[in-house]
């Protein structure tokens, strides 16, 4: 974008307060741009959620390295934390993006892929930020909106003030249990056993983890659904 667009224009007169969220108003939506939602995981407004003109625009003026003789900042060591923050905000659009089902497991709402445009259920965005080890705001929206339920097995919910599934309680094995979960299970469709992830699988991946056999194999037999059939898939 240009430097003398009019959104920079507004952003370098109203600083950093340009990108202050209105959760509120945010919290009513069950599904929203992947780049809105990985914007406001690092608590920026969706609206300016581009990452061209956050590249080429926003992190110069913060970073000093595109300095405006009108509008210079205040605080420049203010300045590069803001810009760190932006750049967490490009990283996490484009691990996002690579997550995207079927080459990942994060679900598209509607529609096909289409990078940071879209469109992703909030629910299931929490689900992939919590399995990525992502802190997200205390006014992350989650589940706030009607109909925003998380793309999960069945009586599983995601939340921000409560980890997923197990409540605020957690341990090291019960994270590597919640991971494995997430990691092998969000896109099983009961209709197709052939979706199902075999228990070595599972348990092959836990021992990288540095689960113990014994454990992995347990948590496992814990996370297979029920009534699958027994036999080579097992």
Not at 41 to 49: M, R
Not at 55 to 75: K, M, Q, R
Not at 193 to 216: E, H, S, Y
Request: charged content about 20%; proline content about 7%; hydrophobic content about 45%.
């Amino acid at each position: 974008m240009d430097n003398n667009d009019d959104l920079t224009i507004a952003a370098r007169v109203k600083g950093w307060d340009i990108f202050a969220p209105d959760w509120a108003y945010l919290a009513q939506y069950p599904a929203l741009e992947l780049g809105s939602l990985c914007a406001l995981s690092v608590g920026l407004h969706p609206y300016f959620a581009m990452p061209a003109w956050v590249l080429h625009v926003a992190i110069p003026h913060f970073n000093g390295t595109d300095s405006d003789e009108f509008y210079p900042l205040e605080d420049a060591s203010e300045g590069t934390k803001q810009a760190a923050l932006l750049h967490d905000f490009l990283q996490r659009v484009g691990i996002a993006a690579g997550n995207l089902a079927p080459l990942g497991t994060l679900p598209m709402a509607i529609g096909e892929a289409n990078g940071e445009r879209t469109m992703v259920k909030v629910a299931d965005f929490v689900a992939l930020a919590d399995s990525l080890g992502w802190a997200l705001p205390d006014e992350f929206p989650c589940q706030t909106a009607a109909g925003g339920d998380p793309v999960a097995p069945e009586g599983w919910q995601v939340g921000c003030s409560a980890k997923w599934p197990w409540g605020d309680y957690e341990t090291e094995l019960l994270q590597k249990l919640a991971t494995a979960a997430d990691r092998f299970w969000k896109l099983y469709d009961p209709a197709d056993n052939t979706t199902a992830p075999t228990n070595k699988q599972v348990i092959d991946w836990l021992r990288k983890q540095g689960v113990a056999q014994r454990t992995a194999e347990v948590m496992a037999t814990i996370l297979r659904a029920d009534g699958l059939p027994t036999g080579p898939r097992n």
